[in-house]
């Protein structure tokens, strides 16, 4: 298998449900990247993660917490969610990170909130 | 408040013309700029980028423009296929670190 992989696809939880979503590249990357895109608005960026230390955190709630055991793999763990917290979660991959360096996304986990 | 506006969210476009598609961005520290095409139920995949020291570039039938001064970018397509028909977006960064999205063009070629 090649590319940006996501699982789930869909995930309907309760707001007092834990779950988690997984990313797996199979690039050879070493930057990883979690994104939120919500109803009408653009991709926002939650997380960078390069060779496996965080980098970024755009201010994301403490009810989403990434985990990036090694370069391949990257999830984001997920509790006491809220609806608003309701939209598509995509991951992207890049060779390094940088401008220059293009993100290859996975096809995303629409979430539904309850 | 959104930093890059694709102010468009739909085109439609006839099949063998051009498509051209708009973006504004208010940070003038971006310095590069991307576009990607989405297609239903997939992630958004790479199309053309073009850094703030040029003001074009070309790869096959699309060309982005960038306009510094205006604080605008542009993507065309030429000729428009039906195979093109999707979601467009453009993003710019001024670090690397963090590419800033806008809401997309949903483009349509009619056959």
């Known amino acids: 298998e090649t590319g940006v992989t996501q699982t789930p696809r869909h995930l309907v939880m309760g707001m007092t449900n834990k779950k988690s979503l997984k990313c797996e590249q199979h690039?050879?990357?070493?930057?990883m990247y979690w994104y939120k895109q919500s109803a009408k608005k653009p991709l926002e960026l939650m997380f960078v993660y390069s060779l496996e230390e965080r980098v970024e955190n755009n201010s994301v709630p403490s009810r989403f917490s990434p985990e990036c055991p090694n370069s391949s793999h990257l999830f984001l763990h997920l509790h006491t969610l809220q609806p608003e917290d309701s939209a598509l979660y995509l991951c992207?991959?890049?060779?390094?990170?940088?401008?220059?360096?293009?993100?290859?996304f996975g096809p995303g986990t629409r979430l539904l909130v309850l | 408040d959104q930093q890059v506006k694709q102010n468009s969210p739909s085109l439609s476009v006839q099949e063998g013309r051009i498509s051209i598609l708009n973006c504004d961005y208010t940070?003038?520290?971006?310095?590069?700029f991307l576009w990607y095409k989405k297609y239903p139920a997939e992630g958004p995949t790479f199309l053309i980028s073009i850094s703030s020291i040029k003001d074009k570039n070309e790869d096959g039938r699309f060309t982005v423009f960038l306009n510094k001064s205006a604080k605008h970018l542009s993507l065309h397509i030429v000729p428009s296929q039906p195979g093109d028909s999707a979601v467009y977006f453009c993003?710019?960064?001024?670090?690397?670190?963090?590419?800033?999205f806008g809401t997309g063009t949903s483009l349509t070629v009619i056959p």
């Open positions: 992207a991959s890049s060779p390094f990170m940088g401008a220059e360096e293009t993100q290859y």
């Open positions: 993003a710019a960064s001024p670090t690397g670190n963090q590419f800033y």
């Open positions: 690039l050879g990357h070493n930057a």
């Open positions: 940070n003038s520290m971006f310095d590069y």
